[in-house]
């Protein structure tokens, strides 16, 4: 898309980091308070821990964000995924995911895992699409109560 390019973390954009995703979470879910202290603290909870934010700028606005969350040096949740709705349907969400991975890809960070829900059909496809594949959920040690699909895409 033109006038578009993603950027790393700047704490600048972090206010946008929560607003997006709120819209969509309290859209189809509950909030829950794992979303409140990473979409509140993303500095502490993402980027100290080894993570990273990306944002997709359009003309210099936030109109996406995508985290990587590390639980260890090979192992990273795709997480906090969200474009803004008058921006929804023009391949931002899919150019966001690519830049997303080819960075994953770049720091031989070996899997990459989510957690979603069905009820988000276009987010799944997307996934899908980007090679993502489902595996088992084991809801003893999900992250959200709202997970009922569990994927993995292996780099």
């Not at 859209?27 to 979303?35: A, M, Q, T």
């Not at 997303?100 to 988000?120: D, G």
Request: hydrophobic share 45%.
């Amino acid at each position: 898309m033109k006038g578009m390019k993603i950027v790393e973390f700047d704490p600048e954009y972090a206010d946008q980091f929560k607003r997006l995703n709120l819209v969509w979470l309290e859209r189809y879910f509950l909030v829950e308070p794992i979303d409140i202290e990473v979409l509140s603290n993303p500095e502490e909870t993402i980027i100290k821990p080894g993570g990273m934010i990306f944002f997709a700028l359009l003309d210099g606005a936030v109109v996406g964000t995508c985290a990587l969350i590390r639980h260890n040096d090979d192992f990273f949740e795709l997480s906090k995924m969200a474009v803004a709705d008058n921006h929804q349907g023009q391949g931002i969400g899919t150019q966001l995911l690519m830049h997303v991975i080819a960075w994953a890809r770049s720091r031989s960070i070996k899997t990459l895992f989510l957690e979603t829900n069905t009820v988000l059909e276009r987010a799944v496809r997307l996934y899908q699409r980007a090679g993502f594949r489902e595996t088992a959920l084991d809801s003893s040690n999900s992250h959200y109560g709202r997970t009922n699909l569990k994927m993995e895409l292996n780099l």
